[in-house]
T-cell receptor, first 111, second 117 residues
């Protein structure tokens, strides 16, 4: 049973527009959520995180929104740039250091 | 070298071979992890070492044997693997602050692409 789900395997967005990547989870005990970005032939790199006590965290072009009642979080990238093209993984944790990952969403930003 | 390094980057082995994957972190972290990434599946946590002691073993078959000789090095010894074990194996490290410090950001290596014939 997948506790963290990214239902969109891919997303294509025009440069300059907003990219919205979605993630759903089933475990109400999750209290920390992270987004990782992965380029081909590289390991995932940490992008942004949010604690369950918040509903929004912003870092430059990246904003993560958390809706606890819906068990849903999203990553907004605005404006999108071609260098943002990568696979984005959502991850959640109910215990320190144990992360449960989603399957990833491949984002392609075209000119 | 900086960050987390993994060797080899690619490995092809037969089912009767014995091989080892190596991970080294240069970040001064005290926790290290092995993950498996199969096609179209989530990243699966395999093993966690904190302060060189194994604290997590997610029902991984015994044909995978981890070793953490010190806080900077982590190995995954492979023996009599099956074709379905072919995957990308990722190593990660973090600074385990414990308690209520919250989740600790994990830094990943580039992975070893393993193919079992």
């Amino acid at each position: 049973d997948q506790q963290v789900k990214q239902n969109s395997p891919s997303l294509s967005v025009q440069e300059g527009r907003i990219s919205i990547l979605n993630c759903d989870y089933t475990n109400s005990m999750f209290d920390y959520f992270l987004w990782y970005k992965k380029y081909p032939a590289e390991g995932p790199t940490f992008l942004i995180s949010i604690s369950s006590i918040k509903d929004k965290n912003e870092d430059g072009r990246f904003t993560v929104f958390l809706n606890k009642s819906a068990k849903h979080l999203s990553l907004h990238i605005v404006p999108s740039q071609p260098g943002d093209s990568a696979v984005y993984f959502c991850a959640a944790s109910a215990l320190v250091d144990k992360l449960i990952f989603g399957t990833g969403t491949r984002l392609q930003v075209f000119p | 070298e900086t960050g987390v390094t993994q060797t080899p980057r690619h490995l092809v082995m037969g089912m009767t071979n014995k091989k080892s994957l190596k991970c080294e972190q240069h970040l001064g972290h005290n926790a290290m992890y092995w993950y498996k990434q199969s096609a179209k599946k989530p990243l699966e946590l395999m093993f966690v070492y904190s302060l060189e002691e194994r604290v997590e073993n997610n029902s991984v078959p015994s044909r995978f044997s981890p070793e953490c000789p010190n806080s900077s090095h982590l190995f995954l010894h492979l023996h009599t693997l099956q074709p379905e074990d072919s995957a990308l194996y990722l190593c990660a490290s973090s600074q385990d602050r414990g308690g209520d410090a919250g989740i600790n950001e994990q830094f990943f290596g580039p992975g070893t692409r393993l193919t079992v014939l």
